[in-house]
């Protein structure tokens, strides 16, 4: 993997690679350090991430390549501009997840000659890398290579996930600009393609889909939904299982989540499906950490008018002072969505977006209507 990731962004032994992430976490510990113990590069290690120090430490350091995860990007991007903003000597930054929406900014703010943006997973083999610097891309495959690589994109239920099979029981490719979920051929003969599955047997078998293009093939199954244009670059579209219907569509949270993040000055957010008593489907729900309650809710509201089709703008948006993370700075949203709307339950002011498309504070007569279905949705 770190060899992969050396030859194809064009490391050598001479750089000096900044890493800010956890090292017991595949980014840091194995794609970046590794090019230390195997390339011979130079690693700068931080203990922990710091947006107010990062480019003063890549400058301190003269580093010439640094690695990232997307939501470190949009920390970055947050802070106050400074002369340190482009003082430093990258040359490249790589990792996974910078955003379609904040990509050109960060580049333009940063100075940042190159994106390595490379997709894939510990477990996985579905790997994709873009090396082209192509906005908002997570990998490249050309068109004549399209039927023999080991990475496809199948016909899915948007929904549930479950690949949509034909009269014969196979999966179905799908077409440039039709988003479908992202598998990987498995290879046990092949190490890169190779599927060597969890501790828990059952675990593993789940994520295995059986006679997807012949009988016995195997494909790994990445649980992602993507899309590839016509000249083969791949774009990141929502996880399966952070994709909710609502009104008769399909809503990609990541996509929301982007623009509401553009609307409230890059403040952390997540959005995520809500059920409503006697109403089909979830809609949608936004977590915003706010402590000093600054949003301009008038603002939200022309912002998410403006930049996203009615079926996906949040029914109700949530201030909190904090949101649980993960190691790699991934907001957690399970028990967000299982605490829903109920402010019995919540002490964190919540807002409902009314009949004339503005975000208003929900009443206890107001939350009482949508229980007992009067609120006409």
């Known amino acids: 993997m770190a060899s992969g990731i050396h030859h194809m962004l064009s490391l050598n032994a001479g750089d000096i ?31 922990k ?41 990258l040359r490249l930054m790589y990792g996974n997840g910078l955003r379609p ?20 997973s510990t477990e996985g083999n579905s790997n994709l890398a873009n090396v082209a610097n192509q906005v908002g891309a997570v990998g490249f495959v050309p068109l004549i290579a399209r039927y023999f690589y080991p990475v496809q994109i199948i016909k899915c239920d948007e929904e549930t ?40 047997r059952e675990a593993s078998e789940k994520k295995l889909l059986r006679n997807v293009f012949r009988s016995e093939d195997i ?32 809503v990609a949270t990541q996509e929301v989540e982007a623009n509401i993040t553009n609307v409230i000055g890059l403040k952390d957010c997540v959005v995520y499906g ?6 089909e489907g979830k809609a949608g729900m936004a977590a915003i950490v706010d402590p000093d309650r600054k949003v301009d809710m008038q603002h939200l509201s022309a912002g998410v008018r ?42 964190d002011p919540i807002y409902y977006l009314n009949k004339d498309g503005i975000y208003r504070f929900l009443s206890e007569e107001q939350f009482e209507d949508i229980l007992q279905g009067k609120a006409g949705l």
């Open 161 to 200: 996930g479950e690949p949509i099979r034909n009269a014969n029981g196979y999966c179905q490719r799908c077409s440039p600009g039709e988003t479908g979920l992202l598998v990987g051929k498995v290879n046990p003969k092949r190490a890169v393609t190779a599927f060597n599955g969890y501790a828990d």
């Open 274 to 279: 809500v059920d409503i008593p006697y109403v």
């Open 306 to 347: 403006g930049s996203l089709p009615a079926y996906a703008r949040p029914l109700f948006i949530r201030l909190m002072n904090d949101i649980p993370r993960t190691a790699t700075f991934k907001l957690k949203k399970i028990e967000l969505s299982r605490e829903a709307f109920d402010i019995r339950r919540i002490k």
């Open 219 to 250: 494909f790994f199954n990445s649980g992602d939904m993507v899309v590839v244009d016509i000249l083969g670059y791949f774009y990141f579209k929502d996880r399966t299982g952070d994709t909710f219907r609502w009104r008769g569509e399909n």
């Open 101 to 120: 929406q904040i990509w050109s900014q960060f580049v333009s703010r940063f100075n940042i000659p190159n994106i390595g943006e490379v997709y894939g």
């Open 49 to 89: 991430f710091s947006a107010s120090n990062f480019w003063k430490d890549c400058i301190k350091y003269n580093c010439t390549v640094a690695q990232y995860i997307g939501e470190l990007c949009r920390y970055l991007l947050s802070t106050s501009p400074k002369p340190e903003d482009t003082q430093h000597r």
């Open 17 to 47: 690679i900044y890493t800010a992430l956890p090292l017991y976490h595949t980014a840091g510990g194995i794609v970046g350090v590794g090019n230390a113990l195997i390339h011979g590069c130079t690693i700068v290690m931080r203990k």
